[in-house]
């Protein structure tokens, strides 16, 4: 199974993908975090990165692409299946993976207002060991252990999610046409599980 999962930040890509993944076993391929792994061991790559992530900007195909064929080609990857989340993100990241013959069975958009979008950024944790995502108001950690560890990320606050709005809108809908027939939107604004229900139907459909 090939899905690809597009949404505007904070719609819930990851974590409806940590629900696929539990269920399908695909390998979950987020470019975001592919990133932010980066930057926090302070490669080239991380340092480049990080001044794009901050300003809410996409950073240089030169750098994403490469990583995420790499990744794609791997042997994991062609057992189980993939599961990308975040990419392609502009009309020259689709027609990179155009190019090389790589398509998805399905293309599914999580669609949210925008006004829900900030206030989840802003409330966003996330557990360094697990790599869980939570949220202070609708996905409140478990365990007093779990909430003394979780960590915001840098680019979550007000100013930057904006940023990053802007950035999906003028990219998101120029990327759609390479994927119309295979795009299936979801509405992302319900509880997690009602999203997850309806995303879980639509891939029995192509598993
Ligand atoms: P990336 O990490 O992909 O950020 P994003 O697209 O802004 O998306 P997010 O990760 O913020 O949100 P999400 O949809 O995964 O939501 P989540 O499940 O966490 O990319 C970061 C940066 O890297 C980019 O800005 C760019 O600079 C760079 N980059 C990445 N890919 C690139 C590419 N291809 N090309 C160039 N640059 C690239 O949920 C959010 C919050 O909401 C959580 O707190 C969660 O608990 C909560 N939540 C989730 N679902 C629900 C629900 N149903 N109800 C209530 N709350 C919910
Ligand atoms: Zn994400």
Known sequence: LKVMISG??????????????????????STGDLLRAEVSQGTEIGKKAK???????????????DMVISRLS????????????????SPSQAQSLERIKIRPD?????????????????GRRLDPVTGKIYHLKYSPPETEEVSARLIARSDDTQERVKLRLETYK??????????????????????????????????????
Request: glycine share 8%.
């Open 51 to 65: 001044e794009y992530m901050d300003n809410g900007m996409l950073v240089p195909d030169d750098i994403i692409t």
């Open 8 to 29: 505007a930040p904070a719609s819930g890509k990851g974590t409806q993908c940590q629900m696929i993944v539990e269920k399908y076993g695909l390998v979950h391929i």
């Open 74 to 89: 791997q042997r994991d990857v062609k057992e189980k299946g993939w599961l990308l989340d975040g990419y392609p993100r």
């Open 106 to 122: 399905i293309y599914i958009v999580l669609d949210v207002p925008d006004e829900i979008l900030i206030d989840r950024c802003v």
């Open 170 to 207: 003028r990219n998101a809908v120029a990327t759609l046409p390479t994927y119309l027939d295979l795009l299936r939107k979801v509405d992302g604004n319900r509880p997690k599980e009602f999203v997850f229900g309806e995303i879980d139907s639509l891939l029995q459909q192509v598993y």
